[in-house]
Every structure is written in structure tokens, then in C-alpha cells.
């Protein structure tokens, strides 16, 4: 449910000044400063807002606070200006009612701030979209725009408003702005030239030396030093708070949102930096030859350098400095200036090319906020003029803006009656009317067409003859003396006569807001605002485009004699105009108080707060709203915040709200005097019959509160006793529930336990029973198997004994044969010894007798013939049977006859020897002189290989061919011959072990008599060259892999670079060719080859060791190379079968 708040709720002092009780100056003031203590700064006077500027930031201004007041009644909430904002713009956009918010209030009270918030607020709660937030952004950022150029610092305010701002912001049917509309008046021109004590020039200017670049500067032709500048007042030029420099950053991006194109903002910052230089235009006096004066430029440079800002011709303006022309009828008379006049023509130019400047930057602003639809829309005005001022000097501006400061009051006190009288005709309230204080007669004093003194200002201006200030002084002394709010020293009221507090040269007026002294100095030529047109036709003649726009009344061509409207004519109208628009709107009043004089929180200056309490007519503004009625309220909220005070329209009422208020009126016993029923409001006189009323409220809100909490407690204590009994109800449910469970549980256990032991004692008597019949049928089978065991061992026995006989047999069997075989061998031996004995005992004897017989036919060597003789005849025997049996011619046969006798051993062997060397050197001697070299070769290969490598044996067979790419004729590698200068040995394809991961790359491996060269095989590019001497020695493994080294002389050029390790299924014939070439070369020692299973290698600046391990073959693969780390390269060589 939607919580109801009220204005009433929670207030500090009295938050509508309506129902202060009792009503008086002092309570009035004193709520004012108990609310200002505690930071309230908002109080209303019905629907006027009373501003108290706080001069600190107060954390009220959040978006949370615009969401807070957005779409809620006007006293719904603590006052604020929001409040007043969301109910003017709620009334513009549902009962399309053109508004204005008329925002009053003395220099420095906080105007243009509360105007800010205002449009902030509006900008915040009416609609959104990209071109919406666009119009928003541009509506709002004209604000700093227009504040740098136009506001200053006074002694009053650091941000004086020194131009009145009329803003009508425009919206279409469902409340988002469409644009905008932006009138100025009367811009405070002449703070341009001079500024008095403790107060600056228009912001502008400091910003634009403190802001700019370095760079713009320089094109400006200015300096950052503000005392260069004699329109820059010295004395405050840093305001504290007043961060110039950020400032003009922020300005230079505002007038980029709303629209200024580049060239713009610079046209306006050179006009803003030529004003500068005007300045600094000095004068001197020259003697002419009639005696007068005339005047001459000091110093040219500043001329100089404004003229080229602004595209002037120097000469033109030198003379419009020095010159006057005047027109009339037809003639054009010239006259000299003198240096005053040269100093007056100077500061006009000054003060006009600002003002002008000024009203530019308004209209281009207009151009660029203006709404781009002309269908119809409602508009809010929002009014944000220069408070009324009282400073020691006041002069013309100072009247002006105090007239407009009046002209405002007039309208306020206008509109807040004429609204409240209406409000009662509307409703039908009776009303009598209620004295105030007009001020009309004080505007009347001013602007009145015949004798006002702005009228005689005016006729004074256009009088043929001399005028001066003094002349018009006494023609105010004539006129106005009798006037009630006038006072001079000449006016009739002799109490004047001797007021010492008002000078000769001065008058008085009475302002609604207190008295002003005017000083009358200035006035006639402030309200004719002169230019001599020598000037605007300098001006008009510069190539300066937005220059010539200024001044179109320079242009010759349409020379204009009729003088133009005074200033005081022109503000009076457009003031006449402002007020006629602001009677046609709605209005909303912001009145703004100042709460002391010092700029400063906190301060609550009781006088100062009286005297603007007073002007403004604050208290009158009370008495007027409670003349009538103190409160009113439409019916429905008034039943809403009411109807539980009584029982017939508590909770609901349902017939109309003013019935229901009635009722309610008559419960509560309300004097019918108190109030009156109107048609949608309900009026209360007096105060205090509502402040009974909210008591009343508030008794009853307790007692509502007592009885809810009541009811609530109730409602708690009995839900918990339902909810504690349900629970019981559902613990019980469960308990039994779990009994039940565990009871049946424990019997369905013993059930079971019974029913196993049952069935246990059944299985078992079962079993035993099966067991008995089991044993009954095993005590057969095993009777049975006893009776065929007996039967089986019996038999066995019985073939036992008989196998035992029959071997016992044999055995004695076999004895007696071999005893018999042993007997007849060693008879047989005895009988052969026998024999053998007898045959050589025979041979001998027979030996015997034939020695015997023919010993007598020998000579006594006749035996050793014999014996020489037969020797000879068995080694002729022997050399002839050699001729036939002789093996083939082949070396390699191997075949050699058995010897014939045993004392031939020796012989015989020599003998093969020798025929094996006869045979060799035959078959040599077929030899030609290529098959001597391959054989040289293959017998150098096994001098160096054979028994030392195990890959040796397989290359004894393959021949040595030597150039297997046949590189002179492939011409492929016809470069790479040709680029080898010596004959090719050898040339083959061989594997580069790569050092970093053993992986081979094929490379061409070219043998020349010089050196050795490696290229690569696809191109045949050389990459690397080695001479032969540069070889140190070849390493290779005794296994059966074809891995070698190439070792090189340390510090020989070839070495840079490292070892190189290859790898050739030709590794013998390679490392033979190389050793014989090495050896032939006459340049170079004998190649050492070093034949290890573990050797260095030098890679770059690393010996890595390479070491060949047995491994088992992979793959098919033989042998494989892998680099175990930056010393070590282990190859795997498959051990051979
Ligand atoms: N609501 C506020 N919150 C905080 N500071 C404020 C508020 N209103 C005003 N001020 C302060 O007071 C200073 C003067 O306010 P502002 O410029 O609005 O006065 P002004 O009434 O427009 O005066 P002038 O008539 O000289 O232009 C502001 O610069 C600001 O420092
Ligand atoms: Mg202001």
C-alpha cells in the first residue's frame, strides 16, 4: 500500500507560512531562521516558494530527490523548489497550461541558481531520446555561454547576473521540449570600460588569459598577464572559488553542444581579445595652428595589432580616433577630437562592440536551440533577471535594473491577488478585500509617458540645445519633487533641504525595496548610447565578417539620420513587452533571500532578512493567502489524510469525497465557522483548526498503530499456536508411525529367526538322512574297489614276479654271451699276436738270411745307396704324383693334396707355400693398371679395416666404384663440377647428422684430390668445402654402421664451423680413398684414422661425444642416432646375427 506523506509530516518549524501561529514579523523571521538552521532553505507561502540562499552545496539536488518530488502533490513533501517545478510542469503537460516561474529576489540572493534548478529539474523529468536529450543538453549548456559573457563579479555576488534573462522553453503536446527561446535585456555595458572597487569585468575576459592556449593567445596577440590590460580592474582578478581556467574549458565545450561552428568561436574570441587592446589605446594631445587641441594615438602597436585581429584598415580607425563627421542636410562637416572626446569615441566603440557582441551570441544561441516544428506547444518562461541593487555609486544601469525589479513586484503582487481572488470566485467562497502596499505608483514615477522620469530623460536626450546631466537634474526637481517616493535636494519637501545624505547632483527614490540614491552623472549620455558614426563606419569597412554584422549602420549605403531610441526607451518597451507575456502564463514564484551580507553558510542576519522579508511583501503575501483561508485542500486527499478520525468514513468511503468530507466535518465537530466547502476544496480559516486536526491525527494514527500491532500480535500468536499444534499433530503421526514400524519390524525378525531355525532343523534331518543313504552307496563302491584293488595288486604281483623272471633271464642270459663273446676276443687277440709275432719273427729271420746270402755280393755303402736310392725314387715318386694332383690356378682355392709319407710333413707344406705365391704372382702379373688401383685400394681398406670394424667383411665384395652420381656426365651436377677445381675421386650421397637432433640430411659428398666437398643434393649448392690438409683425422665405431668424422685441424680455416659427422653405407671405401688421396697429396701428413666406439666431436665451440651402443634393431631400421643431451649423441647400431 502506497504511503500517504504530507508537507505536515516531520516539519521543522512551519514548512507553509500560512499556518504560522501566531503570524507575526518576528515568528516569521524567527521560522524562517529555525528552518535555515537546519538546512530547510525552502518555505512556502501557499504556493510561493521562499528561497534562503545557502551559499554551500547542501546534498538536496540528487537525482533520488528528483524521483522523490516527481509526480507528487504540490504538499505532499517537505518544501522545495523541485516541488514547485514538477507541479508547473505537470500543469503544462496535463492541463496544457503555458507557464511561468517568476524568480525575484535582491542581487545575489540566489536567482540564477534556483532558474538552474529549475530547468535541471524539468530537463530531468520530462521525456528522453536522442533528440530530446539533444534539445535538453543545448537548452541547458547556453546557460555557462551566456553566464561567462554576461555575469561578473560584484561586491554583492561572485557571479552577478549583469543582464536580464527571459528563457520561454518549449514543449510539444506530451511534454518534451522542443527548443527554446531566449530574450536579454539590457546587458550592464559600461562594467566593460570600468568596474568599481572590488569588482571585475565580465568573466570572459579572465577566462580567455587564464584558459586559453599558449598557442591562441599568440594568434590572439594577447598576454596571460591580467595587468597588461587596462579595462581589467587589478584589485579582484582571482576570485576565490573562480577557477577561471576550467571555466573557459567549459565554456569553449558548451558553445560547441549549442552548436557555434569553429570559426565562430574564434570571431567572437578575437572580438573578446580586440575590446582587450581597444583598452589599451592611450591618447595624447597635439596643438593645431588655430590653438586647438587634437588628439594623437600614444602608442600604435595595440592599434596595430586589434586592427589585424579584426581585418580593420589601421588608417581608417586612426582617423575615426581623431575625427568626427557630422551629417545634416546634406552636409557633412568635420571636426577634430580632442583627446577627452578620443577617449569617450573609444570607450563607446568599447562598451558597443561587447553589447553587440552580446546580443549576437543570444540571437545565434536562439538560431540554435530554436524548436524545428511549427506545430503548437506549450511553453514555460523562466525569468531570471538582475536582483534589485543598492551600491554607494548607483547610476543609470542601476535604475534601469531596479525599474525592472519593480515593474516584477508589481506583476507579483498583481497575480498572487488576482489568482487568490479567483481561486475564491472559482470556488465560490465569499471574499473581501485585503489592504497591501501597490507599488504601481513608484513605476508610475518611472514610466510614466509624460512625466515619468524615464520619459524625461528621453526629451531631455532629444532636445535641440545643450543638455547635460545637470539639466536634466532640474527638470527631475521640477517634475517629480511633489512625488511621494521622490526626494532631491530642490524637491518642494523642505525636510530634503537640509537631508545631508542626499549630494546636489543627486536624487532619491523610494523603491518598494528600500531607498536608492541615484548619482544623475551619466545618465543623458548612458541613454543616448553614442557611436560616432565615423566609428561604425570603421567598423563596417573591416574584413572581419561578424564585425560588419554588428554595425550595420555603418554601412554608407543606407545612412540612417534618424537618431536612434534611447536606451531607456528600448528597455521600457521590451520590459512593457516581458510583462504583457508574463500576464498570459501561469505563474510560479521562487522569492530569493539573502541570508547575510558576507557571501558566507551559517550566517542568518536577522535585520537583513527583515528589511527583504519586508520588500518583498512577504508578510503581506501570508495575510492576503490567510485572510481568506489558511488552508485548502481538494477533497480527495483531505478524505485520504482525514477519514480515520471517524468511523463512518474509516476504512472506505464510498460516495463522493466531498460527502465524505462533510461527514467527517460533522463527526468531528468542527465549528462551521472554521471552514467552508468550496467546489473542489475544502477552505479552513484558521490555523490552528488544522493543526487540531493533524493532533487529532496523529492521537489516531497511535491508536490505529496499537490496534494493528494488536491485531497483528493476535494474529501472530494464533498463527504460531496453529502452526505449533499442526506441527505436534504431524510429530505424533510420525512417532506412531516409527513404533509401529519397529514393532513390526522386531516381529517380522523373530518370525524369521524361528522360521530359519525350523528350516535349519528340517535341512539338517534331511541330511542327514541323505548322508546315511550316501554312506550306505560309498561303503559298497569302496567295499567293491577294495575287492578289485586285492584283485588288481594280486594280478600285479603275479606279472611282476613274471617280468622279474624273464628279465632275471635275459640278464644272466646276456652275461654268459658277452663272458663268451670276452673269452673268444681274447683268444682271437692271443691267436692274431700270435700270427703277427710268427709272420715278423718270419720277415726277420727271412731279412736275416737274405742279408745273410747276399752279404757277399754288397759293398759295405751298398746299404746307404740302397737307401738314398730308394729315397730319391720316392721323392721322384712324389714330385710327379705332385704334377698330376697339383690344384687349380685360382688364388683362392684353397685344395692342396694329402702328403704320401710322413717324413714329407715339412716339404710338403713349404711345397704349398710356395706354389700358393707362384700362383698369386701369375695371376697378378695379368693384372692392368685400373684393376692394380682397385686392388691397391681394396687391400689399403683391409689393412685399415679388416678385424677392426664389423662392417668391413660386407665391403670386401662390392667393387669401389668411386663416382657413383657419374658427376661429370649428369648434367644436373654440372655447375657443381664445375665449380670443383680437381678431378672427382669420389662422389656419392651421404647422410649430415644435423648436431642438435642426430636427424641426417642428405648432402653430396665430392672426393677431390685437394679436398673434401659437401653440397646440397637437390640444388647442388656447396656448402661446405675442406681442404685436405685441413683434415685432422676420421673417427669411426668398430660396429656395423656407417657413421664417420670429419676432424678438423684446430684453428684451420674450415674449423670455424666444427666436425662434421656423416654417415655412408660406403663408409669403407670413402675412408680409403680419403686415407690414399691424404697420403698422396704431397702437402699433407697421413690421414690418422681412429677407430673407437667413443670419440669427440667438435660441434662450434662444443665437444660432443658420440658413442655407439648395441642396440636391438627398430623398425627394420638400422641404425639410429639421437642426441641425449649437449654432450652426448648415442647411436644405436643393431647387433649383427
Ligand atoms: N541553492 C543554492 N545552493 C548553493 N549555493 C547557492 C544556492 N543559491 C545560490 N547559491 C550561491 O549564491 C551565489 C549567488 O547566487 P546567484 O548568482 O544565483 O544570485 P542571483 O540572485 O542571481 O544574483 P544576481 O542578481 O547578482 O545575478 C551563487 O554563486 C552560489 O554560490
Ligand atoms: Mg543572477
Not at 131 to 144: D, H, M, R, T
Not at 358 to 372: D, G, H, M, P
Not at 803 to 826: C, Y
Not at 902 to 917: C, Q, T
Amino acid at each position: 500500500m502506497e504511503v500517504k506523506t504530507s508537507l505536515l509530516d516531520n516539519m521543522i518549524g512551519v514548512g507553509d507560512m500560512v499556518l504560522l501561529e501566531p503570524l507575526s514579523e518576528d515568528s516569521f523571521i524567527e521560522n524562517l531562521r529555525n528552518r535555515f538552521d537546519h538546512n530547510e532553505i525552502y518555505t512556502y507561502i501557499g504556493s510561493v516558494v521562499i528561497s534562503m540562499n545557502p551559499y554551500r552545496a547542501l546534498p538536496i539536488y540528487t537525482p533520488e530527490k528528483v524521483e522523490e518530488y516527481r509526480n507528487r502533490n504540490f504538499y505532499e513533501l517537505s518544501p522545495h523548489i523541485y516541488a514547485l517545478a514538477d507541479e508547473a510542469y505537470r500543469s503544462l503537460r496535463d492541463q496544457d497550461k503555458d507557464q511561468c516561474i517568476l524568480i525575484t529576489g535582491e542581487s545575489g540572493a540566489g536567482k540564477t541558481e534556483a532558474s538552474k534548478l529549475v530547468m535541471s529539474y524539468v530537463a530531468a523529468v520530462c521525456g528522453k531520446g536522442q533528440e530530446v536529450n539533444k534539445v535538453k543538453e543545448q537548452l541547458l549548456q547556453s546557460n555557462p555561454v551566456l553566464e561567462a559573457f554576461g555575469n561578473a563579479k560584484t561586491v554583492r555576488n561572485d557571479n552577478s547576473s549583469r543582464f536580464g534573462k527571459y528563457m520561454d522553453i518549449e514543449f510539444d503536446f506530451k511534454g518534451d521540449p522542443l527548443g527554446g527561446v531566449i530574450s536579454n535585456y539590457l546587458l550592464e555595458k559600461s562594467r566593460v570600460v570600468k568596474q568599481p572597487r572590488g569588482e571585475r569585468n565580465f568573466h570572459v575576459f579572465y577566462q580567455l588569459l587564464s584558459g586559453a592556449s599558449d598557442d591562441t593567445l599568440k594568434k590572439l596577440k594577447l598576454d596571460r598577464d591580467f595587468s597588461k590590460y587596462n579595462y581589467l580592474s587589478l584589485d579582484s582578478a582571482a576570485v576565490i572559488g573562480l577557477d577561471d581556467a576550467a571555466n573557459f574549458r567549459t565554456v569553449k565545450n558548451a558553445m560547441q553542444i549549442v552548436g557555434f561552428m569553429e570559426d565562430e568561436v574564434q570571431s567572437v574570441l578575437q572580438l573578446v581579445a580586440a575590446v582587450l587592446k581597444l583598452g589599451n589605446i592611450e591618447f595624447k594631445p597635439e596643438s593645431r595652428s588655430n590653438g586647438t587641441d587634437e588628439s594623437r594615438i600614444k602608442d600604435k602597436n595595440d592599434l596595430k595589432e586589434m586592427c589585424e585581429l579584426l581585418g580593420i584598415e589601421q588608417s581608417v580607425l586612426e582617423r575615426a580616433f581623431s575625427y568626427r563627421t557630422v551629417e545634416a542636410k546634406q552636409e557633412k562637416v568635420s571636426t577634430t577630437l580632442n583627446v577627452a572626446q578620443a577617449y569617450y569615441a573609444r570607450d563607446a566603440l568599447a562598451k558597443n562592440l561587447y553589447s553587440r557582441l552580446f546580443s549576437w551570441l543570444v540571437t545565434r544561441i536562439n538560431e540554435s536551440i530554436k524548436a524545428q516544428t511549427k506545430a503548437r506547444h506549450k511553453v514555460m518562461g523562466v525569468l531570471d533577471i538582475y536582483g534589485f541593487e543598492i551600491f554607494e555609486d548607483n547610476s543609470f544601469e542601476q535604475f534601469i535594473i531596479n525599474y525592472c525589479n519593480e515593474k516584477l513586484q508589481q506583476i507579483f503582487i498583481e497575480l498572487t491577488l488576482r489568482e487568490e481572488q479567483e481561486e475564491y470566485v472559482r470556488e465560490g467562497i465569499e471574499w473581501t478585500n485585503i489592504e497591501y502596499f501597490n507599488n504601481a505608483i513608484i513605476c508610475d514615477l518611472i514610466e510614466n509617458h509624460q512625466n515619468g522620469i524615464l520619459a524625461m530623460l528621453d526629451e531631455e536626450c532629444l532636445r535641440p540645445g545643450t543638455v547635460t546631466d545637470e539639466t536634466f537634474l532640474d527638470k527631475l526637481n521640477t517634475i517629480c519633487a511633489g512625488h511621494k517616493h521622490f526626494e532631491s535636494r530642490q524637491s518642494k519637501n523642505s525636510k530634503f533641504l537640509t537631508d545631508h545624505s542626499l549630494p546636489h547632483n543627486c536624487f532619491r527614490i523610494q523603491h518598494y525595496a528600500g531607498k536608492v540614491l541615484y548619482r544623475a552623472e551619466g545618465f543623458v549620455d548612458k541613454n543616448n548610447d553614442l557611436l560616432y558614426r565615423d566609428m561604425s563606419q570603421a567598423m563596417y569597412k573591416a574584413k572581419h565578417s561578424l564585425i560588419k554584422q554588428l554595425f550595420p549602420e555603418g554601412n554608407p549605403a543606407k545612412v540612417n539620420l534618424k537618431r536612434p531610441p534611447t536606451a531607456g526607451f528600448q528597455f521600457k518597451a521590451s520590459v512593457g513587452t516581458l510583462m504583457r507575456n508574463l500576464q498570459t502564463k501561469n505563474p510560479n514564484y521562487i522569492r530569493c533571500i539573502k541570508p547575510n551580507d558576507k557571501k558566507a553558510s551559517h550566517i542568518f542576519t536577522d535585520t537583513l532578512v527583515c528589511h527583504q522579508v519586508r520588500y518583498l511583501g512577504l508578510m503581506e503575501n501570508v495575510r492576503v493567502r490567510r485572510a481568506g483561508y489558511a488552508f485548502r485542500q481538494a477533497y480527495e486527499p483531505c478524505l485520504e489524510r482525514y477519514k480515520m478520525l471517524c468511523k463512518r468514513t474509516w476504512p472506505h468511503w464510498k460516495g463522493p469525497a466531498r460527502e465524505g468530507v462533510e461527514v467527517l466535518m460533522a463527526d468531528l465537530q468542527v465549528p462551521a465557522d472554521d471552514f467552508s466547502y468550496g467546489r473542489s476544496k475544502i477552505f479552513i480559516r484558521n490555523p490552528r483548526t488544522l493543526f487540531s486536526l493533524e493532533e487529532r491525527r496523529r492521537q489516531c494514527l497511535q491508536d490505529l498503530a496499537t490496534l494493528i500491532q494488536k491485531i497483528y500480535r493476535g494474529h501472530k500468536c494464533r498463527s504460531h499456536f496453529l502452526l505449533l499444534k499442526k506441527s505436534q499433530i504431524v510429530v505424533s503421526a510420525w512417532y506412531r508411525r516409527y513404533a509401529q514400524e519397529k514393532k513390526y519390524q522386531k516381529i517380522k525378525s523373530a518370525t524369521t529367526v524361528v522360521q530359519s531355525y525350523t528350516r535349519g532343523w528340517q535341512a539338517r534331518k534331511l541330511l542327514r538322512e541323505l548322508k546315511y543313504q550316501k554312506r550306505c552307496e560309498e561303503a559298497v563302491t569302496t567295499i567293491a574297489a577294495f575287492w578289485h584293488g586285492t584283485q588288481a595288486r594280486m594280478e600285479l604281483r603275479r606279472l611282476k614276479q613274471e617280468a622279474q623272471n624273464k628279465h632275471a633271464v635275459t640278464v644272466i642270459w646276456a652275461f654268459w654271451q658277452g663272458t663268451k663273446a670276452r673269452r673268444e676276443l681274447r683268444r682271437l687277440k692271443e691267436e692274431a699276436r700270435r700270427k703277427n709275432a710268427v709272420a715278423l719273427i718270419w720277415a726277420y729271420w727271412q731279412g736275416l738270411k737274405v742279408r745273410r746270402d747276399y752279404r757277399k755280393f754288397f759293398r759295405a755303402n751298398a746299404g746307404k745307396k740302397i737307401y738314398d736310392f730308394t729315397i730319391q725314387r720316392i721323392m721322384q715318386k712324389y714330385f710327379l704324383g705332385l704334377k698330376s694332383t697339383s690344384p687349380p690356378m685360382s688364388p683362392v682355392d684353397k685344395s692342396w693334396p694329402a702328403r704320401p709319407y710322413r717324413f714329407l710333413d715339412g716339404v710338403h707344406a713349404e711345397l704349398r707355400k710356395i706354389f700358393h705365391h707362384w700362383r698369386c704372382k701369375k695371376y697378378r702379373s695379368q693384372f692392368t693398371e685400373e684393376k692394380k688401383a682397385v686392388y691397391k685400394e681394396k687391400l689399403e681398406a683391409s689393412e685399415i679395416f679388416k678385424d677392426k670394424k664389423a662392417l668391413y667383411p660386407s665391403s670386401v665384395s662390392q667393387p669401389f666404384k668411386g663416382d657413383y652420381l657419374e658427376i661429370t656426365k649428369n648434367p644436373k651436377y654440372q655447375k657443381l663440377n664445375s665449380s670443383v677445381d680437381a678431378k672427382v675421386l669420389l662422389a656419392d650421397v651421404v647422410n649430415k647428422i644435423n648436431r642438435a637432433n642426430g636427424k641426417g640430411t642428405a648432402r653430396i659428398f665430392l672426393l677431390t684430390k685437394k679436398g673434401v666437398v659437401l653440397a646440397d643434393q637437390k640444388t647442388g649448392q656447396v656448402k661446405a668445402s675442406v681442404p685436405l690438409p685441413d683434415l685432422a683425422s676420421v673417427s669411426v665405431s668398430t660396429q656395423n654402421d656407417g657413421f664417420f668424422a670429419l676432424k678438423l685441424k684446430e684453428g684451420s680455416a674450415s674449423a670455424i664451423k666444427g666436425d662434421f659427422l656423416l654417415s655412408s653405407e660406403r663408409l669403407i671405401e670413402i675412408i680409403t680413398k680419403l686415407h690414399l688421396t691424404g697420403a698422396t697429396a704431397a702437402d699433407s701428413e697421413r690421414l690418422n684414422i681412429d677407430i673407437s666406439d667413443e670419440f669427440l666431436v667438435q660441434f662450434n665451440h662444443d665437444k660432443v661425444c658420440v658413442k655407439f651402443i648395441q642396440g636391438a634393431a627398430r623398425n627394420g631400421n638400422g641404425v639410429s642416432c639421437k642426441r641425449k643431451n649437449n654432450r652426448l649423441l648415442e647411436v644405436s647400431v643393431p647387433t649383427t646375427a
